[in-house]
């Protein structure tokens, strides 16, 4: 669907989605460091099950739409020898690869022994099929269309290689929120797209050979990133002080405070030793 | 041989070698989590024996076909101040240097400290001299031949720094995996090469400078990864059913649930703590 | 701001940091080996408040004279239905990326739970925009300065990966004393940018086309980084004396020999093992 | 010096390095398995010391070669407002970069505290300039000049990644080897550049623009690679006859043979395991 629509569409699952990590990552790395490991693992494996079934669901629904909008191709891929709609069928493509990655995600869940880290390759293979269909997608197009594009190529690649690392670093928070931050800047990259290819109501269509546009567009892609790097870290501390105010109600406050701060225990460990030596 | 047989005879080795990684591995991982490490270690060796002659013999036949077919070099290599079917030579290079990494394989199995790891370097080290020999093959023909061959770039360059990386993660069956799927999408497309290329009995040809041909073409090129991805699963979980029910006939049942899933270790452990927590 | 005072500013930023990194890890890495860890840790975050303090004053510094300067945007973006000073409004974006890191740093230092390596993943993220906006930045140039800035992006980049891998490697003194060498590479090649594009009082212009001039700038590019080099060597030699002396008054000189010459020690052990040999 | 010398020079340079590297590290390899660590690190420490004053001395001789040949610099830069033979100061300064990683080399022999790691950083570096020059380097050539050298980057840039990463892990025999094998690939590449562009006394010029010949160039990389994987292979193989032999000699057979076969080892084990099953 090449239109406004067809690029708020994914922009929204992607922004849903790296705004739900960007809750769920810190939540779970102050979890583990709380109270240990073994614990809370219940509930994130449920959660994640969660995820896996909500990743089906939306990419059910974008191949749905995808296919049988009034100018879709309706499951129908050679008309008269000739393709048919092969744009919707591309993007039927890679909704069709996040599938797979939820039902990893799902299988994951149940005993069935599914190897560790087969759930983040797949996701990993699933965005980066997005970009090799993209890469070969925006061919031919005008300046400012390519351009926008490739921008958001960087996004794409940089999150398969951050979640292939994940592969082999399990709950690395620093990665997860990386790729949290990928994810808003791709969901919120794509609202943008929409924007200036297919301007709202009446709105003026951009020069699309424009250098000065070009040039605006790559500096607009590093401030969608500076507003996804801020709302992460906006959430990172809402948690942090949700999960401190949880605590102290709770009444163990000395153990968590020397959990807490390794700081001020290293802080007072100094002070101890440096007392040790004046003696 | 650039003909339907040549491309027909590369898919099917690697097809066969897909195939079976897709079962080896599967069979080690569980075989390695239920009875320890050191017990199959020697059948599994011996396989892998089998696998080196299997790549030195197929490797020959390959060498043999590009050289002895009818219009094939003949082991000639200059004549009359011209090169002899440069083409073949390629193709006999590149079997050449499978046919090394087999002959490391089988000297890996013999005691001669052969150092680990050699063995997938030298494997990666072949993959990746074929994308090179591919690389600059392609250049000078028409656009669908060049995309068609870069895309087979991606899954050859994209298993050759996978390989390398089991050079230093020996035994990751998620990296195993990725490396069977790889190979089974390498056989599918060298196979789609060549149905595109050389139409068998009177089918039309295709238009190689279409951009719509293009496109499908890329698109066509994920379906195969994906059928590659969904034979990889079939063939996991038929291992994984097969193990377990071998296991269940050896009346060991306790001990290997509890081997078998640690899912339901947890569940209790959780379960277990929140009861003491209660308490 | 597109003049030698443009390109001489972040050049001193860079040289600063790049100076100083290149006494302060040294001096780290010598403390740590002969006082166990946990001893200087304190000083050493405190020198991280300090450093985060001034890179968030420096990039102010230089969002301000970006905006400011009298041919400067003055904070606007559009005026006349078109974009004002796209070139100052890119630079104040990389100061602006670079001064994020800097209150990752700060940040850091309080007992807020930020994880380890984040304030490494925001600084290699705000070298990496950097990178890309200056890639897009120099389209449409003469030869020479084109490639003058992408002599420039090989050090950016390179910086990029090299903190990237910090995120995972923390305190290895190979890594921090590369990410020194390239900080004074960048530093002193913004300088060469600001000589060769805007010669100083009367000195004859380049010629942009001439490819001799370019030759002659690629292998500038790797005097610059010996010279680089070397000071980073020399640095690393006066604080390993200082340390050295220091220590030696310091009287405790039987423990720190130990210490300090794990060579000596295995020239020892050799020769014991040698005797106990011959016996 | 462009000209047959200029490239005989430096491969002679690689190939001996390579053919030393390929004797050297086995060496090391089978000494630390069969004796233990500690034992022979002096004498290896000492090897790499004559290693680094060999490669001063080297590039000493590259450095006044290119500079004073006839047709050379002289030491002069510029002349009458115009560089003074770029070329060959371009390879002095490749020349250049290999002293200072021989420098390195000598200084971690002295017990100065360099970082573990810094002398295969400089290695690395030193690499990496050499390719980054020659890139630059062949512009504006003909075809198969451009072809014979951007091969030439092919061995060089996978040298200096691989370096690279043995600053990560040191005494990774694989790694030794991979680097080993592409120093020799550097070595007689540059003799084959030398006999492509120069043809030694009469023999015909090759046409620089032919696709033929290009072809064949591509092809005959491999062959050079496969040569010099074979090379390393036999020298492989004569250092563990040599090593084997001379532990026979020493009596202490038993402890040898439990030490060299681990294969047998879990033969041996995998039997008592089985035996003990069947009880």
Redesign the interface.
Same mark, same amino acid.
């Given at each position: 669907m090449a239109n406004f629509k067809g690029h708020a569409l994914p922009g929204s699952f992607f922004l849903v989605f790296g705004l739900w990590w960007s809750v769920k990552y810190p939540l779970k790395?102050?979890n583990n460091?709380m109270k240990g490991k073994?614990?809370n693992?219940?509930a994130y494996?449920r959660l994640e099950l969660i995820e896996g079934v909500m990743k089906v669901v939306f990419t059910f629904i974008g191949i749905l739409a995808e296919q049988f909008v009034p100018d879709g191709p309706h499951m129908h891929l050679v008309q008269d020898h000739?393709?048919v709609k092969?744009m919707n069928?591309?993007h039927s493509?890679m909704y069709?690869?996040y599938g797979?990655s939820g039902i990893i995600d799902i299988l994951t869940y149940?005993?069935?022994?599914v190897?560790?880290? !087969?759930d983040r !390759?797949?996701l990993a !293979?699933a965005v980066f099929?997005e970009g090799?269909?993209f890469y070969?997608?925006v061919q031919?197009r005008p300046p400012l269309d390519q351009?926008i594009h490739s921008l958001l190529l960087?996004a794409v690649f940089g999150g398969s290689i951050s979640i292939m690392i994940e592969?082999?670093?399990k709950d690395h928070?620093?990665l997860e929120?990386?790729r949290s931050s990928l994810a808003i800047l791709q969901g919120s990259w794509f609202w943008q797209i929409a924007f200036v290819l297919y301007p709202l109501g009446g709105a003026p269509e951009w020069d699309q050979t424009d250098?000065?546009?070009?040039?605006?567009i790559?500096?607009c892609f590093?401030?969608h990133?500076?507003v996804s !790097?801020i709302i992460i870290a906006i959430n990172y501390?809402l948690v942090?002080w949700c999960m401190r105010r949880n605590k102290d109600l709770a009444a163990d406050v000395t153990i968590g405070i020397r959990k807490?701060?390794p700081?001020?225990r290293?802080?007072a460990?100094?002070a101890l030793?440096a007392a040790s030596d004046e003696e």
């Open positions: 790395y102050f460091r073994c614990r693992n219940m494996r000739s393709w092969l069928w591309q493509t069709f690869f797979l149940f005993p069935l022994n190897p560790q880290g !087969l !390759l797949s !293979l099929i090799l269909l070969f997608h031919n351009h960087i592969v082999f670093l928070i620093v929120m990386f250098h000065e546009n070009i040039m605006f790559t500096m590093c401030w990133y500076a !790097l501390m942090y807490l701060n700081n001020k290293e802080e460990q100094a030793l």
